[in-house]
């Protein structure tokens, strides 16, 4: 019996394909708990008062804390869930506004471009991201590079 996977596999995207993920609100905790995970403590994420006279106002998630908030909504959306075979690359990644407390955000992903890599299992698939949130302004956007599956063949 074989494992049910609900991610895409490479042969099932095409250049041009667009998706849009679920959203997910960034909480306080979470914010929090990445200060301890990255040991990143910066006053700017971490001291509320610090953060109050900044050009912010108030403390804003880490950007790679965004960054992988994003990396999980892709991944629930089940896009790319369990056809993921690496993480290749990030590229041009710009982060362009902050995100606040009880911000909600989500992806917008496009299929840049696909190359088969000349390997049965597996086709590197380019990903063009944008991460808005619920005010549609973007936080975040570039580029991921991954290894998808390829459908087997038995």
């Known amino acids: 019996m074989k494992l049910w996977v609900p991610g895409k596999h490479f042969e099932e995207l095409e250049q041009g394909d667009e998706f849009l993920t679920v959203s997910r609100s960034v909480t306080e905790a979470d914010i929090v708990n ?3 995970v990255s040991g990143d403590f910066n006053q700017l994420h ?3 008062e610090f953060a109050r006279n900044t050009a912010f106002g ?3 998630a880490h950007g790679m804390c965004g960054l ?3 990396s999980g909504c892709l991944n629930r959306s089940g896009l790319i869930e369990g056809t993921t075979v690496a993480f290749k690359a990030i590229k041009e990644w ?3 506004n902050p995100i606040y407390i009880a911000d909600t955000i989500y992806v917008k992903v496009r299929v840049k471009e696909k190359t088969d890599t000349g390997k049965p299992d597996r086709g590197l698939v380019s990903l063009q991201l944008t991460v808005n949130n619920q005010r549609d302004q973007v936080v975040m956007e570039g580029q ?3 290894l998808l ?3 087997s063949r038995d």
Do not use: M, V
């Open 94 to 96: 710009r982060f362009r």
């Open 68 to 70: 992988a908030i994003a």
């Open 58 to 60: 108030q403390r804003i």
């Open 46 to 48: 971490s001291d509320i």
């Open 149 to 151: 599956a390829k459908r």
């Open 144 to 146: 991921w590079d991954l």
């Open 34 to 36: 990445f200060c301890g």
